[in-house]
């Protein structure tokens, strides 16, 4: 699968760690920046560029800031994107994301969670599937007729 990854200076330890990983197990992983670190860089620079690909190629993404709220927000203002926060605590949360909510970026807050818990979030949420249950799809219409 292709996976864009992007994040902002909170985020790009965990993002250099997690593109490798990605590709350890099986993605087509592509760093779209930062690709050095600045602690003056902006998240809207580089989350931005990965959602409209998100929306354009059908591709999935992470995104990784210090909460993952600022960057989710900057996704979502996107059509076609489907971004959610994981911030630690129960994976479950990462599986309702995808079967519920077709999610298509996963936005990780690093200064929240360790490498091994991201790990673990990332191969939860790309090894879990849309449901496709009317109810789903139907929220899902509802929600992209109105941006």
Known sequence: MKVLVASDHAGFELKAALVPFLKLIGHDAEDMGPLEFSAEDDYPDFILPLARRVADEGAMGVIIGGSGQGEAIAANRVSGVRACVYYGGPLDVVLRMREHNDANV?????????????????????????SGDERHVRRIHKLDSMI
Do not use: C, N
């Not at 807050?109 to 849309?130: H, K, L, P, Y």
């Open 106 to 130: 996963l936005s990780l807050g690093s200064r929240f969670i360790t490498g091994a818990e991201a790990q673990a979030a990332v191969r939860a949420f790309f090894d879990t599937m849309f």
